[in-house]
């Protein structure tokens, strides 16, 4: 990330009524039950909270996230738009965060990330890649398994967000949110789907199985906050263990795995998934093991 941001983006705190303000915010109440409301919506926080990227997802517990908005530009981007959706979001700190059944309301990553995130493999092989360098989710509930995301992104040519533009963003979300609830109403059940979603049931499988031939419940666990970012120092709260303890287990989990970095550990991971069996309780790791033989004795 470069020490001297190329753009400056200025705090919106105390929200002035300007003109692109009041224009989007009419807009936004135009657009109530319409094909362009989540555009609308993202205007109105982009007016608040300026920002360089953004879009809208649906979270479900069941299934993976639904993509309904993007807007970036492909130069700054290494990974396609939609690799999201394939398995990383499952170590997503804001997507954990709404399994956690969070309420509704603005939540800044530097706030619910875990305390190695910005130097873990997640973050390095996959988020910093898509050109962002900070963000802020806003969240707005819909039920216990449901809700709406909007995240809102600045790249690595500007300046980060700060504690003004997150309270500049609070005091606009009961619109917000009178909006989205009103707009719900007219388009009742578009959210919804009973799609059998054979990702997110791989994805899952992923998460509750992975090396679990391999490695003994307590180093899955440690693995587990590995892949999300957690040091072992935290992780160590996390479990009621030592320090030297999870660093012992870390290096179990390396020797086991026969991986010589956390790099290796989540490309491993990702690679997995395409290969877990969700209506069995196997190690989708054995699997990709043996396609990887099968490729090199040919």
Not at 76 to 94: F, M, N
Not at 171 to 183: D, F, G, N, S
Request: glycine share 4%; charged share 20%; proline share 5%.
């Amino acid at each position: 990330m470069p020490l001297t941001p190329t753009k400056h983006h200025e705090s919106r705190l105390g929200v002035m009524l300007d003109q692109a303000l009041s224009t989007a915010l009419a807009q936004l109440w135009s657009a109530v039950g319409g094909a362009e409301f989540m555009s609308a919506v993202l205007d109105v926080l982009h007016a608040v909270c300026p920002i360089d990227s953004g879009g809208t997802l649906v979270y479900y517990r069941n299934r993976r996230p639904l993509s309904l908005l993007h807007r970036f530009n492909p130069s700054e981007r290494q990974v396609p738009a939609d690799i999201y959706s394939t398995g990383p979001y499952a170590l997503d700190p804001q997507y954990r965060l709404f399994l956690k059944g969070c309420a509704s309301g603005a939540y800044w990553l530097r706030d619910v990330a875990p305390d190695d995130f910005y130097s873990s493999e997640y973050f390095l092989t996959f988020y910093s890649k898509t050109g962002v360098a900070d963000s802020i989710d806003v969240i707005w509930r819909i039920d216990d398994d449901t809700a709406i995301n909007f995240f809102l992104q600045r790249n690595v040519h500007s300046n980060e967000f700060t504690a003004a533009d997150l309270a500049a963003l609070q005091l606009v979300l009961p619109i917000v949110y009178a909006a989205l609830a009103k707009h719900q109403q007219m388009t009742a059940g578009f959210l919804q789907s009973t799609v059998d979603d054979k990702t997110h049931l791989q994805v899952e499988c992923t998460l509750n199985n992975f090396a679990s031939s391999l490695l003994t419940p307590r180093e899955r666990d440690v693995l587990l906050y590995m892949l999300r970012g957690y040091s072992s120092v935290l992780t160590a709260q996390k479990l009621n263990t030592s320090d030297g303890t999870v660093k012992i287990h870390r290096k179990n989990i390396y020797r086991k795995l026969d991986i010589g970095s956390q790099a290796e550990l989540f490309s491993l991971f990702i690679n997995c998934i395409p290969f877990a069996k969700p209506d069995e309780q196997s190690d989708p790791l054995q699997f990709y093991q043996q396609s990887q033989v099968s490729v090199l004795s040919r």
